[in-house]
């Protein structure tokens, strides 16, 4: 969000006689959030994020319309970042949309997105900090659908010392909601995501951080 809310007032205080823009606008970055408890950024939910592009649109930009001549939404795609979380930033995710999506596809056409991503109401995790190598976690997702359509849960591990998706080191048994995982043999920090998928292109992102130590 940054200096958008101060931004009209600073401009009429510098008394500039052209109009400005917003370069990029998006939800709080890793520098504005609260820490977890293992000292790693809370990423924002998908819902606060999409209630973000929202505010920053209508509040910041709609509202000084003349004044400002619109805005960028921010988007970097999990191709390209790996600050603190895959996931952080983007309004897609492997070409799948996000909540964040409908809300600047809202914005920029007034009109609703054809089919809803998914929300996901709770991600669970049972044990997160000091957690011996080949411990067991229990995993509990919950989420809805507006369309009511069939939604598909998969989990993965991001390396936080390496910046790579794990494929082998933790083992996933089960499927769907509830599962259980085994962690790896070796120490680190990691992130846990949870995708929720609808099968319209559409999909939720969750996450959180685990700390293995021996």
Same mark, same amino acid.
């Not at 998969?154 to 962690?183: A, P």
């Given at each position: 969000?940054g200096?958008?809310p101060?931004?009209?007032?600073?401009w009429?205080a $510098?008394? !500039?006689?052209?109009?400005?823009?917003f370069?990029e606008?998006? /939800?709080?970055?890793?520098?504005?959030? /609260?820490?977890?408890?293992?000292?790693? /950024?809370?990423?924002? =939910?998908?819902? $606060?994020k999409?209630? $973000?592009?929202?505010?920053?649109?209508?509040?910041?930009?709609?509202?000084?319309?003349?004044?400002?001549?619109?805005?960028?939404a921010?988007?970097?795609?999990?191709?390209?970042t790996?600050?603190?979380?895959?996931?952080w930033?983007?309004?897609?995710?492997?070409?799948?949309?996000? /909540?964040s999506?409908?809300?600047?596809?809202?914005?920029? =056409?007034?009109k609703?997105?054809?089919?809803? $991503?998914p929300?996901?109401l709770?991600?669970?995790?049972?044990?997160?900090?000091?957690?011996?190598p080949?411990?067991? !976690?229990?995993?509990?997702?919950?989420?809805s659908?507006?369309?009511?359509?069939?939604?598909?849960?998969?989990?993965?591990?991001?390396?936080?010392?390496?910046?790579?998706?794990?494929?082998?080191?933790?083992e996933?048994?089960?499927?769907?909601?509830?599962?259980?995982?085994?962690l790896?043999?070796?120490? +680190?920090?990691y992130?846990?995501? +949870?995708?929720v998928?609808?099968?319209?292109g559409?999909?939720? =992102?969750?996450n959180?951080t685990?700390? !293995? !130590?021996?």
């Amino acid at each position: 969000m940054g200096g958008m809310p101060v931004a009209y007032d600073e401009w009429k205080a $510098a008394g !500039v006689e052209i109009p400005y823009i917003f370069t990029e606008y998006g /939800p709080h970055g890793p520098w504005e959030v /609260p820490l977890d408890e293992n000292a790693q /950024p809370i990423e924002p =939910t998908d819902a $606060a994020k999409k209630a $973000a592009y929202l505010k920053n649109w209508q509040n910041y930009i709609l509202k000084y319309k003349g004044f400002n001549l619109g805005g960028f939404a921010f988007h970097l795609t999990d191709l390209m970042t790996t600050e603190s979380s895959i996931t952080w930033w983007g309004l897609t995710y492997e070409k799948l949309k996000k /909540p964040s999506f409908g809300a600047v596809y809202t914005a920029y =056409t007034g009109k609703e997105v054809p089919n809803n $991503a998914p929300v996901i109401l709770d991600f669970e995790i049972s044990k997160t900090k000091n957690l011996k190598p080949g411990e067991i !976690v229990h995993i509990s997702t919950k989420a809805s659908d507006k369309e009511g359509d069939i939604l598909n849960y998969e989990y993965r591990v991001f390396d936080l010392n390496t910046n790579n998706f794990l494929k082998d080191d933790f083992e996933f048994m089960g499927d769907g909601q509830d599962i259980k995982c085994e962690l790896p043999s070796r120490e +680190g920090m990691y992130r846990i995501y +949870g995708f929720v998928t609808d099968g319209k292109g559409n999909v939720a =992102t969750i996450n959180k951080t685990i700390s !293995v !130590v021996k």
